[in-house]
């Protein structure tokens, strides 16, 4: 019985070391692997999954982000984050949250880390993802340094963001979709658009000119509209100065006493709501697309 006994508490003994052993093993492989990721320093030029890394200039990024108005109200998205300076930009001069998206973990992890030594990490994150997966339809603000194909591929998702949202890319265009702004450094450039909504088609319109059968037909390219207004019976005329800005529509055209009016309205879908008026006189309308 003895001899059982003793043989227990050595197998009891060796199971014990073995667990000290293995988990000795494991937290020196933690430890080690949190002292390389700690350590982790990228390299200008380095490869990533379809770009280089290469940082946006300090004036660049502060330019970017001023373009685009962005204030604590936002939540900017940077696709391709690497080192996280433009999100902690955003977070730490202009009170934004954002969100980096980031395909190199150690990237990720790294840019991160540096958020946390801003101070930001409260309102400044950095995921690990592919920006063609991620969902970043939230954003009222979307910030990238890509390549030309990317950003052509990106331009469909984009452009399906709500009317309104602001983009700001580092050197490269979004093809024939001209920016509404391009943004000068002294060494650099940027381009900034606003996403468009979707206005072109017949819309019928209630409340203009005393005129109870009002169309109104509008082209477009992106954010350039032009089309025409019918009063009526009355021919069709060109509409006067068109300009879309977000879901904001504006123009001029000649009622039917001859005097010049002024159109604002909000584009909501297939619905918008409108004011017409000039220096006298100013009324609302609705309308809406079949």
């Known amino acids: 019985m003895k001899s059982l006994i003793r043989f227990t508490r050595s197998v009891a003994h060796g199971l014990a070391l ?29 490869a990533g999954k379809d770009v280089v890394w290469v940082p946006t200039p300090d004036e660049l990024v502060t330019k970017m982000l001023q373009a685009a108005k962005v204030t604590k109200d936002d939540l900017v998205y940077d696709l391709g984050a690497g080192d996280g300076k433009i999100a902690i930009a955003a977070g730490l001069e202009f009170g934004a949250r954002a969100v980096g998206i980031e395909y190199n973990p150690d990237m990720a ?21 592919d920006i063609f997966v991620e969902d970043f339809s939230q954003a009222t603000v979307v910030t990238m340094y890509l390549l030309p194909e990317l950003n052509l591929r ?43 909504a979707q206005v072109q088609g017949r819309w019928n319109l209630n409340g203009i000119d005393n005129n ?18 019918t009063l009526g019976k009355l021919p069709p005329q060109n509409l006067l100065t068109p300009e879309l800005q977000g879901d904001q529509l504006r123009f001029r055209f ?3 006493s001859n005097r010049l009016q002024t159109v604002k309205a909000t584009i909501r879908g297939n619905q918008l709501d ?16 079949p």
């Open 212 to 229: 109870p059968v009002v169309s109104l037909d509008l082209q477009q390219r992106y954010q350039h509209v032009g089309g025409t207004i």
């Open 154 to 196: 990106l331009r469909p998702i984009l452009l399906k963001m709500k009317p309104g949202t602001r983009l700001v890319t580092n050197s490269f265009s979004m093809g024939d979709w001209e920016p509404d702004q391009i943004i000068r450094t002294s060494q650099n450039s940027g381009y900034f658009w606003i996403v468009p």
């Open 18 to 46: 073995l667990a000290c052993l293995v988990w000795g093993s494991s937290s020196v492989t933690a430890l080690a692997q949190t002292k390389a990721d700690s350590t982790y320093q990228p390299q200008v030029w380095q």
């Open 274 to 289: 409108g004011e017409v008026g000039n220096s006298f006189s100013n009324s609302s309308f609705k309308g809406s697309r």
């Open 109 to 129: 992890a790294f840019a991160q880390r540096n958020a946390e030594r801003a101070g930001v990490a409260d309102r400044v994150r950095i995921i690990r993802g």
């Open 254 to 256: 000649i009622d039917t």
